[in-house]
């Protein structure tokens, strides 16, 4: 089971731990350059300032994959013009699965109800999955000499942006608690035994609340341009 949702802050270290796992050629895809071990450490006791998050994915309890939003340019009283920049990173055997994208857009949401209205993201040329998954998520990517800068511009947040945030991070702790111990849905005599039309709401409960829907199939709405 994936679960997505914003680290507290006793989990930094995990996030650490998660960055340390990353091949030497995923750290150069995300801090353009060789990055040992403990530079990883200092770079996540950097980031934690206020306004600042990390998203994180977990894979069966694990943290395997996380995002990160740094505020680069702090929102006005008016709740505008707040800048930040977002950085990804999914280790290998879990990419591929939208996960990369789903934390991306699991960021935007929180980064809009926060007021912030742009969001830049920086790669490779070659990184084609991050420039796929900006595009996919209504941002402009443009390169030049080798590196891409991407562009996320947001709306304001709205009643429904804020509640969609909170039902996407109590799904989120929910499905944790549920993974800790050990449910993975309701057991199949307790499903034969129900309806045809109840055995087909309880799978559907399950879903819902067990299974962090991932790979947008499009723009989400909050994403302006
Ligand atoms: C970039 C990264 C986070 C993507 O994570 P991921 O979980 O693999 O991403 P997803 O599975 O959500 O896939 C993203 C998109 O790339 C597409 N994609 C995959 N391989 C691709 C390729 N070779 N060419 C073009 N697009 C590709 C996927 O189809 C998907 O698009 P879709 O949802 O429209 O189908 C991950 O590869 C990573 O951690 N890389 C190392 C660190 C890094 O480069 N970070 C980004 C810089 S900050």
């Known amino acids: 089971m994936t679960a997505i949702r914003k680290l507290l802050p006793f989990e930094y270290p995990l ?9 030497p050629e995923e750290r150069a895809c995300r801090f353009m350059g060789t990055v040992k071990d403990a530079a990883m450490e200092a770079h996540v006791r ?10 994180g994915a977990f894979v069966d309890g694990w943290l395997r994959g996380g995002a990160e939003l740094v505020v680069t340019s702090p ?27 789903e934390l991306v857009r699991r960021v935007l949401l929180a980064s809009r109800n926060r ?14 999955r991050l420039r796929r998954i900006v595009s996919d998520l209504g941002g402009e990517v443009k ?20 509640i969609e945030e909170a039902m996407d991070e109590g799904a989120a702790i929910v499905g944790d608690m549920l993974d800790r111990i050990g449910w993975s849905g309701p057991r199949e005599e307790v499903v034969a035994a129900l309806t045809p039309a109840a055995a087909r709401n309880c799978n559907a409960a399950v879903r819902a609340d067990n299974v962090v829907p ?12």
């Open 15 to 23: 996030y650490a731990a998660h960055l340390t796992r990353l091949t």
């Open 46 to 55: 950097d980031i934690q300032r206020p306004g600042n998050f990390v998203m």
């Open 75 to 101: 929102v006005t009283p008016s709740l505008r013009h707040g800048e930040a920049e977002l950085a990804v990173t999914v280790e290998g055997a879990h990419q591929g699965q939208g996960i990369g994208g």
């Open 115 to 128: 007021g912030i209205e742009t969001v830049h993201t920086v790669s490779l040329v070659e990184n084609l």
């Open 143 to 162: 390169c030049h000499y080798g590196m891409c800068e991407g562009n996320i511009a947001l709306t304001l947040p709205t009643q429904v942006s804020l």
């Open 214 to 225: 991932l790979r947008p199939e499009r723009k989400p709405e909050g994403v302006r341009g």
